[in-house]
């Protein structure tokens, strides 16, 4: 059973269109992710479904309900913004209740949800204080009280988590997840950030340009984005593009040339993939962590791991891993090391690909092949 | 001993920076009191003028210190001093200009409230012309509206009476108002609004709970402004009311203009600030708030 459905979705602002189209269907207590870049249309998107903006064209559904015209209030929805928008001159019990007298909620059954809630959050001691008293992880936190307290079918969050400070974020980043296991309610999460969207979601919709680029759970959009939108845009660091030409390697299977430094680079593809035509052009797309040093053991380990030789031209050391750029031809590539077997900065570098990892995109239609 | 020799000099320098700084002191200090004194002597002078005996001033004349003391003129010019025939002070007009002002104020910074909460708040096509329009009405000067309202309150019979006062003055002030706290509310998140809708709270609750609340110090700024402002107009006041009906600046004229050949300078000193409390009262209990309101925007 599906307790949001957005079919053909469309959303324009004077001539201007921002959302083209979207089709994204929510099973009962899912975790949705819309993610993308700013401008993108999620919030907008986000916006409809609660009801602040109107429908240019298709359908929302809430539960079997058609809601296109229903008014926020009567969505049986509830919202965390970015701001907060806590009630400033309210304390936070009237935060919490406002809702629900709004409602007309008789008096007993709301003290006995302000404390439910309260409980669950862990702000009791913040009841009688106002939100200008509180410190932003206190703030989000009654935000999130005010929204759990409507016991709603839906929960829609509009990145939440972007206004606090990186420990912060971590923190409610996993307080969230284990709320929403709780509470089991399907939620939807709008986010720029691809590692929240990651962690929390149970599908995210990667959405550029007004359009939803992929929709599927984070390992698969992770290990086969849909585009190269998608590949450039999760991941941190970000996929290595090259672009290179299908040939056919010594062995008699299918593979990629491009120029590396020295030379040509012709690397086995994985077995099982037939991209195509020898002399096609390809982009061959390789996540920086399956760019390592290489050594015998690890090939003999893995029969998908190809070696490039390369210089080193930077080395950044994060303390977990450190991120250092090789130089293919006129590429700069990315790789994860672990900083006992970094390489160093000048050193020219024997590397490892594991092919088995590596996707293909068309270089004209950006898709995944 | 270089070091010594270094100190002194540096001494020579500090005392020589101190004395500048000391002497542009006194110079800004000098003429900021003097200027005080130029707005304050006026002053002064009345409020002396309004506890002397009207022999001692035609003696001693119009500005001098005071050698008697009394609160004659006072009783005088409240109750008993005759204006055009009616001796009963300025109290009778005192009350009107009470009973326009208030009411007057209090309708146009409500309407002037909710026309900003609507324009700031639940914008439509057309609003921001809208807005403009009624920005005109700042920049219009009232005169040009005499005819009109001559016209207007004649039909609706309200010529010479406190109550077309209301309606001019509360028609006049709503530009002013609304562009007050139209500026003031486009300061508040659009996100508590729409928190609000989702919790369920319409048009009204959200501008009664949610806006209303965090208003203060907006309404402060535009009941002052609106109070001295309607408390201190004299030109609808003089024409469109006459005698017992109008209000005290009206009156004021009058008394200047009644009388006989002795100018009676201690009642009409005192008439005089009897006319100015209120404004002064109202800035001297609301002026810190008017400062901070008109600087402050409404959340941070």
């Given amino acids: ?369 | 001993m270089a070091d010594a020799a270094l100190a002194r000099v540096h001494d020579r320098e500090a005392s020589a920076a101190f004395r500048r700084h000391f002497l542009s002191r006194v110079v800004i200090y000098g003429l900021l009191s003097i200027f005080a004194i130029i707005y304050l002597v006026p002053l002064l002078v009345v409020v002396f003028n309004s506890f002397r005996e009207q022999p001692e001033i035609a003696q001693n004349g119009l500005i001098a210190f005071p050698r008697s003391f009394s609160f004659h003129a006072w009783a005088d010019a409240w109750s008993t001093y005759c204006i055009g025939g009616t001796c009963e002070g300025m109290r009778r007009n005192f009350l009107n200009s009470l009973w326009m002002a208030i009411p007057a104020t209090i309708l146009s910074t409500l309407l002037g409230a909710m026309n900003g909460y609507v324009l700031s708040k639940w914008r439509f096509k057309g609003s921001e012309v809208l807005f403009t329009l009624m920005l005109l009405g700042v920049f219009m000067p009232g005169q040009i509206a005499l005819m009109p309202w001559a016209f207007l309150l004649g039909k609706l019979g309200l010529t010479n009476s406190t109550y077309g006062l209301i309606l001019i003055h509360v028609v006049q002030g709503i530009s002013f108002t609304t562009l007050f706290c139209r500026n003031y509310y486009v300061s508040i998140p659009d996100d508590l609004i729409k928190a609000a809708r989702i919790d369920g709270a319409g048009f009204w609750r959200i501008f009664r709970k949610i806006i209303l609340p965090l208003s203060p110090p907006i309404l402060i700024v535009t009941v002052i402004w609106q109070f001295t402002g309607i408390w201190n107009e004299y030109l609808f006041g003089v024409v469109f009311t006459s005698g017992r009906e109008q209000p005290i600046t009206a009156a004021l004229v009058a008394l200047t203009a009644s009388g006989t050949n002795v100018r009676a300078y201690d009642v009409m000193s005192a008439a005089v600030l009897i006319g100015a409390l209120p404004p002064l009262l109202v800035y001297f209990l609301g002026g810190k708030y008017f400062v901070r309101g008109l600087t402050q925007g409404a959340i941070k």
């Fill in chain 1, 1 to 369: 059973m599906s307790s949001l459905t957005i079919r053909n979705l469309r959303k324009s602002f004077g001539s201007v269109e921002v959302l083209k189209g979207i089709n994204i269907e929510a099973r009962t207590g899912e975790f949705i992710a819309l993610v993308g870049p700013s401008g993108c249309g999620k919030s907008t998107l986000l916006a409809m479904i609660a009801g602040l903006e109107t429908v240019t064209e298709g359908e929302i559904r809430i539960g079997d309900r058609l809601v296109n015209s229903v008014a926020p209030k009567d969505r049986d929805i509830a919202m965390v913004f970015q701001s907060y928008a806590l009630y400033p001159t309210m304390t936070v019990r009237e935060n919490i209740t406002f809702g629900m007298e709004s409602r007309g909620v008789p008096k007993p059954q709301r003290e006995e949800a302000v404390k439910r809630v309260a409980a669950l959050l862990q702000i009791e001691p913040l009841l009688g204080r106002k939100p200008g008293q509180l410190s932003g992880g206190q703030r989000q936190r009654v935000a999130m009280g005010r929204a759990l307290v409507r016991d709603p079918k839906l929960f829609l969050f509009d990145e939440p988590l972007s206004n606090l400070d990186a420990k912060l974020r971590v923190d409610m980043r996993t307080e969230i997840k284990k709320l929403h296991h709780r509470v089991g309610k399907t939620t939807v999460y709008v986010t720029h950030d691809q590692v929240e969207a990651m962690t929390l979601a149970s599908r995210i919709a990667v959405m550029h340009q007004g359009q939803v680029q992929q929709f599927d759970e984070p390992q698969a959009v992770y290990d086969r984005p849909a585009n190269m939108f998608v590949a450039g845009f999760m991941g941190s660091p970000a996929m290595n593009f090259i672009p290179a030409k299908l040939t056919t390697g010594p062995d008699g299977k299918p593979a990629v040339s491009f120029k590396a430094t020295g030379g040509t680079a012709v690397l086995s593809l994985q077995d099982g993939i037939s991209p195509g035509a020898a002399g096609r052009d390809v982009i061959l797309g390789v996540r920086p962590e399956h760019i390592f040093r290489y050594s015998p053991e690890l090939k003999a380990a893995k029969k998908s791991i190809a070696s490039i030789d390369a210089p080193v031209e930077m080395v950044e050391p994060t303390g977990a891993e450190t991120i250092g750029l090789m130089r293919f031809g006129d590429l700069e590539v990315t790789g994860r090391f672990d900083p006992d077997e970094a390489p160093r900065m000048g050193e020219t570098i024997t590397l490892g690909i594991d092919m088995s990892h590596a996707c293909l995109f068309d270089p004209t239609t950006r898709n995944l092949i």
